[in-house]
């Protein structure tokens, strides 16, 4: 098996440990990524088998990895309960090195994987703590206004942003879900009373479609107009959805999940709202249980396990209440007021 060359950004980390043991995480993130996974993932992964490298360059007698026992990694174990307040802290790095050994495994490298004898702390599932419909209001009405900018940047941003909305709080997409999202996976209603719906395909499963409210309809085909007009004025062609820009040209198809956050830590700045890409998927979620919609169907459109619980949204569905049909209310508002004023 080839070596790759080794890249790490602690040189002093690197000298102490075992020259072996970086070659073989090196290897292990090419697996990673032979498979598919995504940048940020390797980035997790790398940080997490980092606290590992940590813990061994502070051991006072070389600790040889292909040579791990349960009681060595218990130390470890120790050492992470002693570091982390989190259980979801721990649980991740112990994670990260059971799937290290299940490659040295796959690889004939060790023989077994005295990590999968350990038990991972369980994962916390924090409580929600959705955007307020007070706060999404006012959101809302602010990218109303600007979507009727007379700058024509301007108003694509807002439109954009309005898309953006609409896919998180009625559909409740992650910003990994929006990152790359095209626009042939939009699929608008063909009957009159059908939803639009957003087609989702994720790489560890079949793909699925989630609805949208009716409000997306209106606010879709006028964002694609005047999207396609800037395309073609700055003479560019992406087939991604969403795009990233400054406030005077499109630079480039496609919005990274961190450029998505940037989005929501300005309109938090601006109009002084509590909202973030989460707690508007959250809201999304409790509008969906307040609609009586089944458990499974939930689910499905939040891309999780038939196992995962619902329980902590449905212990705060009572304290709150969210709606729809103020978007589309105030969507064709702004419209008319806008079409007088002109």
Same mark, same amino acid.
């Given at each position: 098996?080839?070596?790759?060359?080794?890249?790490?950004?602690?040189?002093?980390?690197?000298?102490?440990?075992?020259?072996?043991?970086?070659?073989?995480?090196?290897?292990?993130?090419?697996?990673?990524?032979?498979?598919?996974?995504?940048?940020?993932?390797?980035?997790?992964?790398?940080?997490?088998?980092?606290?590992?490298?940590?813990?061994?360059?502070? *051991?006072?007698?070389?600790?040889?990895?292909?040579?791990?026992?349960?009681?060595?990694?218990?130390?470890?174990?120790?050492?992470?309960?002693?570091?982390?307040?989190?259980?979801?802290?721990?649980?991740?790095?112990?994670?990260?090195?059971?799937?290290?050994?299940?490659?040295?495994?796959?690889?004939?490298?060790?023989?077994?994987?005295?990590?999968?004898?350990?038990?991972?702390?369980?994962?916390?599932?924090?409580?929600?703590?959705?955007?307020?419909?007070?706060?999404?209001?006012?959101?809302?009405?602010?990218?109303?206004?600007?979507?009727?900018?007379?700058?024509?940047?301007?108003?694509?941003?807002?439109?954009?942003?309005?898309?953006?909305?609409?896919?998180?709080?009625?559909?409740?997409?992650?910003?990994?879900?929006?990152?790359?999202?095209?626009?042939?996976?939009?699929?608008?209603?063909?009957? *009159?009373?059908?939803?639009?719906?957003?087609?989702?395909?994720?790489?560890?499963?079949?793909?699925?479609?989630?609805?949208?409210?009716?409000?997306?309809?209106?606010?879709?085909?006028?964002?694609?107009?005047?999207?396609?007009?800037?395309?073609?004025?700055?003479?560019?062609?992406?087939?991604?959805?969403?795009?990233?820009?400054?406030?005077?040209?499109?630079?480039?198809?496609?919005?990274?999940?961190?450029?998505?956050?940037?989005?929501?830590?300005?309109?938090?700045?601006?109009?002084?709202?509590?909202?973030?890409?989460?707690?508007?998927?959250?809201?999304?979620?409790?509008?969906?249980?307040?609609?009586?919609?089944?458990?499974?169907?939930?689910?499905?459109?939040?891309?999780?396990?038939?196992?995962?619980?619902?329980?902590?949204?449905?212990?705060?569905?009572?304290?709150?209440?969210?709606?729809?049909?103020?978007?589309? *209310?105030?969507?064709?508002?702004?419209?008319?007021?806008?079409?007088?004023?002109?």
């Amino acid at each position: 098996m080839t070596t790759p060359k080794i890249y790490s950004n602690d040189q002093k980390l690197a000298s102490s440990l075992d020259h072996d043991l970086l070659s073989l995480q090196s290897q292990f993130f090419q697996h990673l990524r032979q498979k598919g996974r995504s940048a940020n993932t390797l980035k997790n992964y790398k940080t997490d088998l980092q606290c590992f490298n940590t813990y061994l360059s502070r *051991e006072k007698s070389p600790l040889n990895v292909l040579k791990m026992d349960i009681p060595q990694v218990q130390l470890y174990g120790d050492y992470l309960q002693n570091k982390y307040n989190s259980d979801n802290s721990r649980r991740r790095r112990v994670q990260a090195l059971r799937l290290f050994f299940d490659f040295l495994v796959q690889e004939n490298i060790v023989s077994s994987n005295p990590v999968r004898q350990i038990p991972t702390s369980p994962k916390f599932l924090d409580r929600p703590r959705p955007t307020s419909m007070v706060d999404l209001k006012t959101l809302w009405q602010y990218l109303l206004e600007e979507g009727h900018s007379r700058h024509p940047m301007t108003k694509l941003l807002a439109r954009r942003s309005q898309v953006m909305i609409l896919l998180i709080y009625t559909g409740a997409l992650k910003v990994s879900d929006l990152a790359q999202l095209k626009r042939k996976q939009i699929q608008l209603p063909k009957n *009159e009373g059908d939803d639009p719906r957003v087609l989702l395909t994720p790489s560890k499963r079949d793909p699925y479609t989630v609805p949208l409210c009716q409000a997306f309809v209106p606010v879709y085909e006028e964002y694609c107009k005047e999207l396609d007009i800037q395309q073609a004025s700055q003479d560019l062609k992406f087939d991604q959805l969403l795009f990233n820009a400054n406030p005077y040209r499109i630079l480039s198809g496609g919005l990274s999940s961190r450029g998505i956050e940037v989005i929501f830590e300005d309109w938090r700045n601006r109009l002084m709202v509590e909202v973030t890409a989460k707690s508007l998927r959250q809201s999304g979620i409790l509008h969906w249980l307040q609609k009586k919609k089944e458990d499974i169907l939930i689910k499905e459109w939040m891309g999780v396990a038939p196992s995962y619980s619902l329980k902590l949204y449905k212990e705060h569905i009572d304290h709150h209440v969210f709606d729809d049909t103020f978007l589309l *209310e105030l969507y064709y508002h702004y419209k008319k007021h806008n079409y007088e004023r002109s």
